[in-house]
């Protein structure tokens, strides 16, 4: 288990917000340093994914605020918000959501074409990444619909890390794997975001995927103590 000590590399507080007629945030507070874990889980409807959401700035709390290494973000205009996303922020989704039309190689590598980098030099960085993870260099060019869901996650993850992030987000990353396959990813995720001293913040239903985190903060009706 690791500690909470150390300063924060994403933190959030006292976050409020209202989607419709709901308060779906009720004063849920989170932070995590460079190179930690945290699980994050409750019950469908507990605020989880709008609490992802506002981690990442595509929603912007009607009270409360959320920094990244001591900076606020959350007030930014939406472009600049997106910009930093693009930038400082790596996702892990449930199913990958990699572009079906792009290689494995090519999905992993995307992050770094829009930040403007030529093509052949973001598929040499990704490359090695890619193999990190244990996807057989042989599929590397195959596409998405071609491979299987934990070889996906594999490229999916590798995509998420290829810009070296300060922060990934990981959404039930293992909601569509089986046990074994399971495992693997939770200790890819663990191993590369040490590697790379990334603050790991993971959504998920799983108490054995909650276990595997540095820590536990457990959400319920729209609220998360500090």
């Known amino acids: 288990m690791d500690s909470t000590t150390g300063a924060a590399c994403l933190s959030a507080e006292s976050l409020h917000v ?3 007629d709901a308060d779906v945030l009720k004063g849920a507070s989170l932070s995590v340093a460079a190179g930690h874990s945290v699980a994050v889980v ?3 409807g507990a605020g989880k994914s709008t609490l992802l959401q506002c981690l990442a700035g595509v929603i912007s709390p009607a009270t409360g605020t959320v920094a990244l290494e001591g900076e606020r973000f959350d007030h930014l205009p939406p472009e600049q918000r997106s910009e930093l996303r693009l930038r400082r922020f790596g996702f892990l989704f449930q199913f990958g959501e990699l572009v079906p039309e792009l290689s494995l190689l090519d999905n992993a590598s995307l992050p770094l074409w829009l930040t403007g980098m030529r093509r052949d030099e973001a598929r040499e960085r990704a490359r090695p990444l ?3 993870t244990g996807l057989n260099p042989g599929l590397h060019g195959k596409r998405p619909a071609q491979v ?3 070889e996906m996650q594999r490229a999916a993850l590798a995509r998420a890390l290829v810009h070296e992030p300060a922060v990934l987000l990981a ?3 293992t909601g569509a794997l089986d046990s074994t396959t399971s495992d693997e990813v ?5 191993s590369q975001t040490a590697r ?5 913040v993971v959504v998920t239903h799983s108490e054995r ?3 595997r985190m540095g820590r536990i903060a457990r959400m319920a009706d729209g609220r998360l103590p500090a």
């Open 42 to 44: 409750g019950t469908s």
């Open 209 to 211: 995927v909650a276990g």
């Open 171 to 173: 959404d039930e990353p």
């Open 18 to 20: 209202r989607l419709g």
């Open 196 to 200: 790379t001293g990334a603050a790991l």
């Open 130 to 132: 890619l193999e990190a």
């Open 148 to 150: 299987s869901g934990g």
């Open 186 to 190: 939770v200790e890819l995720l663990l």
